[in-house]
């Protein structure tokens, strides 16, 4: 048995905990998977740099509305992807080696299973540590389909190392990677056909955000709505899915996507041997990212259904003070705003206007389109809008949601007024904005709901 002071579980933002003042300290790092956990190797980073070329795909696809024409182009798949992953694997195995030269750190490869408060299980072997972290991330679910165990399936985890691209792949699913994933296949080529149990695309979005969304993505791909696929099965020609409706028929695709959400694999860490309290599949933490043991902490989609990776490095960052440091920072993760990197893109900030309602908070509401502003007029812009929600009372903030080109970086402003407690009024005219640039629209819509406080 090998005694620890500090024990991390997952390479992702677990990673970033051990700064120079850990350099004093005995430390484990387990992993199961390739080091530097989901974003690195299956999700922000891989997705992202497909999702830029089918970015490029598409802005070459509506070439013609500018007066450009174009002929005979194509993304060439397994170059693309020999690109991408062969920047991203050298950074994993790199990362890895890294960890192993360094002298008060031991690694080992495997999946870890608590067996007490302090006493992990890994290949067999029990090791100890006086403090531990988990930071295991998440994992695909898999929704309950009559033979699904029996065919070919992929999820976000393997479906962007797919060798070949198929001309017809079936999505099941309307969240946030459905969509960026249906963007990338769509604009290689592929017929996709996506299966969504509701009836609206991002569910979650504002209202105003998801009918535009709907409405453009309608263009990309094939959207099925209240679909609920009963069974499949494997053919030799691909996959077979039949429904509940039985008018529905049956529908068959080369390849086959399941996107339903992502949880964390809690059963397999035995996390109840360290009595660690669980509710609704995520770990249970303080303001200090503390676990109901005390010498156990969580971070990241592990305990965050937000499940997102600038919260993870946040809590990340708290959890490291926290580890060597009697001084304890508590975590502030308000707001915390999220991005669809999809196309059109999608960025959000505090309340929806549908939440707002149901909390009968008062609010007024300004939208401006991004063909009003000049950079937007110039790029035939049609879809995206900036839409603002803010207190009538006091001109304060209380949401942000914006469709379109840049949206991820567009929101920054306004993140940063609701952090800060800045008016609509002082946001939108306490400084100079860039003419003609896409920041415009969001200062017209400031100016507009300015216009409706008190």
């Known amino acids: 048995m090998i005694d620890f002071d500090v024990i991390i579980i997952g390479t992702g933002s677990g990673n970033t905990i051990i700064t120079p003042e850990f350099d004093d300290l005995n430390i484990a790092i387990i992993e199961k998977g390739a080091f530097g956990g989901t974003c690195l190797n299956r999700g922000c980073i891989p997705s992202k740099m497909l999702i830029y070329v089918a970015d490029v795909l598409t802005e070459i696809n509506r070439s013609s509305e500018l007066g450009i024409t174009t002929e005979n182009y194509s993304g060439n798949w397994q170059e693309i992807q020999d690109r991408v992953f062969g920047r991203i694997d050298p950074i994993a195995i790199a990362g890895e080696?890294?960890?192993?030269?360094?002298?008060?750190?031991?690694?080992?490869?495997?999946?870890?299973?608590?067996?007490?408060?302090?006493?992990?299980?890994?290949?067999?072997?029990?090791?100890?540590?006086?403090?531990?972290?988990?930071?295991?991330?998440?994992?695909?679910?898999?929704?309950?389909?009559?033979?699904?165990?029996?065919?070919?399936?992929?999820?976000?985890?393997?479906i962007m190392r797919i060798p070949e691209l198929p001309k017809r792949l079936g999505i099941i699913g309307g969240g946030y990677i459905a969509v960026e994933l249906a963007h990338v296949f769509s604009s290689f080529g592929c017929e996709v056909i996506m299966l969504v149990r509701g009836n609206t695309l991002l569910a979650k979005e504002d209202f105003s955000i998801r009918e535009r969304f709907n409405r453009a993505f309608q263009d990309k791909v094939d959207l099925r709505f209240e679909a609920t696929v009963s069974k499949v099965r494997q053919?030799?020609?691909?996959?077979?899915?039949?429904?509940?409706?039985?008018?529905?028929?049956?529908?068959?695709?080369d390849e086959l996507l399941l996107a339903?959400?992502?949880?964390?694999?809690?059963?397999?860490?035995?996390?109840?041997?360290?009595?660690?309290?669980?509710?609704?599949?995520?770990?249970?933490?303080?303001?200090?990212?503390?676990?109901?043991?005390?010498?156990?902490?969580?971070?990241?989609?592990?305990?965050?259904?937000?499940?997102?990776?600038?919260?993870?490095?946040?809590?990340?960052?708290v959890v490291?003070?926290?580890?060597?440091?009697?001084?304890?920072?508590?975590?502030?993760?308000?707001?915390?705003?999220?991005?669809?990197f999809s196309n059109p893109q999608v960025a959000s900030v505090g309340y929806t206007e549908q939440q707002a309602k149901t909390a009968e908070i008062q609010y007024v509401v300004a939208v401006e389109e991004y063909g009003d502003?000049?950079?937007?007029?110039?790029?035939?812009?049609?879809?995206?809008?900036?839409?603002?929600?803010?207190?009538?009372?006091?001109?304060?903030?209380?949401?942000?949601?914006?469709?379109?080109?840049?949206?991820?970086?567009?929101?920054?402003?306004?993140?940063?007024?609701?952090?800060?407690?800045?008016?609509?009024?002082?946001?939108?005219?306490?400084?100079?904005?860039?003419?003609?640039?896409?920041?415009?629209?969001?200062?017209?819509?400031?100016?507009?709901?300015?216009?409706?406080?008190?």
């Not at 490869?109 to 100890?128: H, K």
């Not at 926290?322 to 975590?331: E, G, Q, R």
Request: aromatic residues 6%; hydrophobic residues 40%.
């Open 97 to 158: 080696s890294y960890r192993h030269s360094l002298s008060n750190i031991t690694v080992f490869n495997g999946e870890a299973s608590f067996i007490s408060g302090d006493e992990i299980n890994i290949n067999d072997e029990i090791i100890t540590g006086k403090q531990i972290v988990i930071a295991t991330g998440a994992t695909p679910v898999l929704p309950e389909i009559d033979g699904l165990s029996n065919v070919r399936y992929h999820t976000s985890d393997t």
């Open 235 to 253: 053919s030799n020609n691909g996959i077979q899915l039949n429904f509940d409706d039985e008018t529905t028929g049956v529908l068959e695709v």
């Open 260 to 317: 339903t959400g992502r949880l964390p694999d809690l059963e397999s860490l035995n996390v109840r041997a360290a009595n660690i309290e669980t509710n609704d599949g995520y770990i249970v933490t303080d303001e200090y990212m503390r676990t109901t043991a005390d010498n156990i902490w969580a971070l990241g989609d592990v305990t965050n259904p937000a499940q997102l990776k600038h919260t993870a490095n946040a809590e990340a960052k």
């Open 320 to 340: 490291s003070h926290n580890l060597v440091n009697k001084s304890l920072m508590k975590v502030d993760l308000d707001p915390t705003p999220h991005a669809i």
């Open 373 to 454: 502003v000049a950079y937007g007029w110039a790029m035939e812009e049609k879809i995206g809008i900036c839409k603002i929600i803010a207190d009538p009372r006091n001109g304060l903030l209380i949401g942000a949601h914006i469709l379109g080109p840049q949206a991820s970086t567009l929101i920054h402003q306004l993140i940063q007024g609701m952090k800060f407690g800045q008016t609509v009024t002082e946001l939108a005219s306490g400084f100079l904005y860039v003419h003609p640039a896409l920041n415009e629209v969001v200062e017209n819509a400031l100016i507009k709901v300015a216009s409706l406080c008190d």
